[in-house]
């Protein structure tokens, strides 16, 4: 995948970087929508691929030419050591070529350099059109967010898939680093590589962050040096970031989509933080930020007016990007490029406040915000909270229907080990004591909470689930 992102679009050609978690009739869907010619796969996925072009097969002759990576050291599900008719092995694939070949270079830097399919968080996966100009800038940006020098160590757990690494698979070539790729992404793993190979630079989704400050002590190995940790992709907790920095990590908090390459934000360190609490500095870091540099602007507006909101931490704007990083269109998809650029602006249905000091903060997506009794609760405060409670693993809220109250929060709560013992009760009286009551979850349900491959809980389910469950307020009158 690394190599892909430079033969690739040498080779005049678009890179498109499928989703390693989607199932066989997903990946049909979007070898279909991105009318993909060849297709790379890793024996570890060929059942997958083979499945999704017999899918293909039924509606069209003109498959994509499948090329198989090999790979000594994967475990391997079906029968792919050596590739079957019609199909052409990775390595020889690359000996047919020609030194002397000419690199194909774009004829507009504004040509499409890739087509990266979003994460399906909130709907189906959008194609995100990028071109060469906002890859080139955005890579650099992210080398300047990482704080990255020459020859760093990468250790992947970002998927390359998403946003090609965050745009990190060329930024860490710029810099002349190497890279280091697992496949099994463990937190005894994560600690052991980063220690063995002095891993300098990781990127990882606050899911990955929480599986490495709750792994068992044996597992935690010692840090060979500096390691900076960039997450985003999801609400870091700030219990979360404030355990990273504890185990030794520098972590730097970005935010964007993939329709802004990735990274669009950096929660940018002042120097004046260092020396408070804690736990203000943690806060202060789960803030989403102020744009990077190579962004044009970035702004929190009313959607309707287009008017800017003040800087007040309390009015709620939607988030708003312009400049060379945001995507150049969806592919095949005019309507919904309009919609997202309506007013000359992407929007990027997150809500958020602006700060005083003009760092922004996100408060939910728009598809999640709850309204309850007409007062909007940031489903990321509420799981903040829970977050903070000793035996709270993973947590998310969603919007609970209600005959009277309209929606009402309900929380979904893995725990962690040894915390079996802890009740919904519990949790509910825990939130009461740090939220106002009307944030409060009115109902806890504890079990494994579905994701995303790119870290992020598959809220449209959980409201599923909390939809089936019923109103409360008819069963027994609420008291706020
Ligand atoms: N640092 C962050 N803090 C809070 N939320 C974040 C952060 N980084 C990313 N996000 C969330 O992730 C979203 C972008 O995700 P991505 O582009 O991977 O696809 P998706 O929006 O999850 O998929 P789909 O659009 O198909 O539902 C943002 O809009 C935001 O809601």
Redesign the pocket.
């Known amino acids: 995948m690394y190599e892909l992102h430079f033969g690739v679009p040498m080779a005049g050609a678009i890179l498109c970087a499928l989703n390693t978690r989607h199932d066989s009739a997903m990946v049909s869907v979007l070898l279909k929508h991105s009318e993909a010619k060849i297709l790379f796969v890793d024996q570890q996925l060929y059942h997958i691929a083979h499945g999704a072009l017999q899918i293909l097969s039924k509606t069209s002759s003109n498959l994509p030419l499948v090329i198989l990576v090999l790979d000594s050291q994967s475990i391997v599900v079906g029968n792919t050591t050596a590739p079957s008719r019609g199909e052409l092995e990775y390595e020889s694939f690359l000996e047919t070529g020609k030194l002397d070949f000419e690199v194909k270079r774009p004829k507009d830097e504004l040509d499409p350099i890739s087509v990266n399919y ?9 194609g995100v059109v990028y071109s060469h100009r906002g890859a080139y800038l955005n890579s650099l940006a992210t080398v300047l967010l990482n704080e990255m020098g020459s020859m760093p160590v990468y250790l992947w757990t970002v998927p390359m898939f ?2 090609n690494g965050w745009c990190m698979t060329w930024g860490v070539a710029a810099q002349g680093g190497t890279n280091v790729c697992l496949r099994d992404v463990t937190a005894k793993s994560i600690f052991r590589i980063v220690a063995e190979y002095r891993v300098t630079h990781m990127g990882a989704a606050p899911t990955v962050l929480s599986m490495m400050i709750n792994a068992p002590s044996c597992d935690q190995k010692p840090l060979p040096g500096k390691v900076v940790v960039m997450t ?5 907790p700030p219990q979360v970031l404030f355990k990273m920095e504890s185990l030794g990590f520098m972590v730097v ?7 802004v390459y990735g990274a669009g934000t950096i929660c940018a360190w002042k120097p004046e933080w260092d020396d408070l609490p804690p736990d203000t500095r943690a806060t202060l870091r789960a803030r ?1 930020g102020v744009p990077h540099l190579g962004l044009e602007r970035l702004d929190v507006m009313d959607p309707i007016t287009m008017r800017s909101v003040p800087s007040d931490a309390k009015t709620i704007g939607e988030v708003m990007f312009r400049g060379n990083t945001v995507m150049r269109r969806y592919l095949k998809d005019l309507k919904a490029t309009q919609e997202a650029f309506k007013g000359g602006w992407f929007h ?3 809500l958020a406040v602006r700060h005083t000091d003009g760092y922004i903060e ?1 408060k939910d ?1 728009s598809k999640d915000i709850i309204i309850s009794g007409g007062e909007n609760i940031s489903t990321i405060e509420v799981e903040s909270v829970l977050f903070s409670h000793p035996g709270v693993l993973e947590a998310a809220v969603v919007g609970r229907p209600d005959e009277h109250w309209g929606e009402m929060p309900c929380a979904f709560v893995k725990l962690k080990d040894g915390f079996d013992h802890v009740t919904s009760e519990e949790i509910i009286a825990f939130c009461r004591d740090k939220l106002p009551h009307y944030m409060a979850p009115k109902t806890v349900v504890f079990g494994d909470l579905p994701k ?1 491959s ?1 870290g ?1 809980t598959q809220k449209y389910i959980l409201r599923e689930k909390a939809k089936a469950m019923g109103s409360l307020s008819h069963k027994k009158p609420s008291k706020l």
């Open positions: 979003t994460s399906g968080t909130t709907s189906s996966p959008k998403h946003c985003g992709a999801a609400p870091p908090h970005s935010y964007g989509l993939t329709e989403q990027s249905g997150d996100l997506r995303t790119t992020k």
